[in-house]
């Protein structure tokens, strides 16, 4: 049986041209197949690119956007500027009712943050506060310590330019429990600092009190008077009474300092005299022996 179909098998025979044609097919697949792997692979390649920059993109524009140092302003409006690595102004958030206006009014946003402290200190608003002796303090808080350092040594050159201006360093933990309670992270610092001297007052009441009012809270808490009060007189007091002690000192060791002089140049003066008179002395008694001596021969 086997047999049987080995020979029909073998009975079959492929025409020529049939050869001729299956050949020249399976050819064509060939070079059609050779053909489209390299655009296919042009596609991967493009596709992984595009991805590539696509990723890159998305990385820089997390780098960009995310906050790595917060600078607090606060006079009466109190408000904070966020800012990225570059050390551009991400946000403007006012924290209370005078820092939501001061801040819709400020066009700040992406600018450099030394330009954007600059610009604030220097508008009228603050420049009129200030002339009315009023208090503005300058927070720097964030993760980035370098940065941080940096935004704050810009802050206190402009400070030094404006009277009644202050500048402090923040930890990133405590301006965080800040905007937990609704504060900036400067009016945060006074907070801690009122709870600290053992005032009740409330995150509340301090939001909307002017850095003025808070420092004398302050002041008046831990015993300090102001620079035309009895604390100011004791000290000018003080200064008068060292400077008179200082004099008292100065002319009494100047006279025992020319009475002493005056005793050494006496004393020379006698010794000098005797030594004079004795050598005066020993020399008319060696004249009048020659004399003698001579008149004798």
């Known amino acids: 049986m086997k047999n049987k179909i080995h020979e029909a ?26 053909q489209k792997r390299p655009a296919r692979y ?13 990723l890159i993109g998305f990385g820089g524009w997390r780098l960009y956007f995310t906050p790595t140092a917060a600078i607090s302003i606060d006079i009466n409006p109190s408000l904070e500027l966020s800012v990225n690595r570059f050390n551009r102004v991400l946000s403007v958030t006012g924290y209370n009712s005078d820092g939501k206006e001061l801040a819709s009014s400020l066009e700040v946003k992406y600018m450099d ?26 927070t720097v808080s964030g993760k980035n310590t370098r940065q941080c350092r940096r935004i704050y040594s810009h802050a206190e050159t402009s400070a030094k330019e404006n009277q009644n201006t202050y500048c402090y360093m923040a930890d990133h933990e405590d301006t965080e429990e800040a905007h937990h309670l609704g504060l900036s992270s400067g009016k945060y610092q006074a907070f801690l600092k009122l709870q600290s001297l053992g005032s009740d007052i409330t995150a509340e009441e301090v939001k909307d009190m002017t850095m003025k009012e808070i420092h004398d809270l302050i002041h008046s808490l831990s015993g300090e008077e102001d620079k ?60 009048t022996h020659n004399s003698r001596k001579n008149h004798h021969e």
């Open 9 to 34: 098998f073998q009975q079959i025979h492929a025409e020529e041209s049939l050869k001729n044609g299956t050949k020249a097919f399976l050819q064509e697949q060939r070079k059609t197949l050779s």
């Open 113 to 138: 943050c030394d330009d954007a402290i600059d610009k604030i200190v220097a508008s009228d608003r603050i420049k009129d506060l200030l002339a009315g002796d009023e208090v503005l303090t300058i």
């Open 42 to 54: 042009r596609y991967i390649a493009l596709a992984s690119f595009c991805l590539f920059f696509l």
């Open 228 to 287: 035309s009060g009895q604390h100011h007189s004791e000290q000018q007091t003080n200064r008068q009474n060292t400077s008179a002690a200082s004099t008292h000192h100065q002319e009494t060791h100047t006279a025992s300092t020319s009475r002493h002089h005056q005793n050494t140049q006496s004393t020379s003066s006698g010794h000098h005299r005797q030594s004079t008179q004795n050598n005066s002395g020993e020399r008319y008694s060696r004249s």
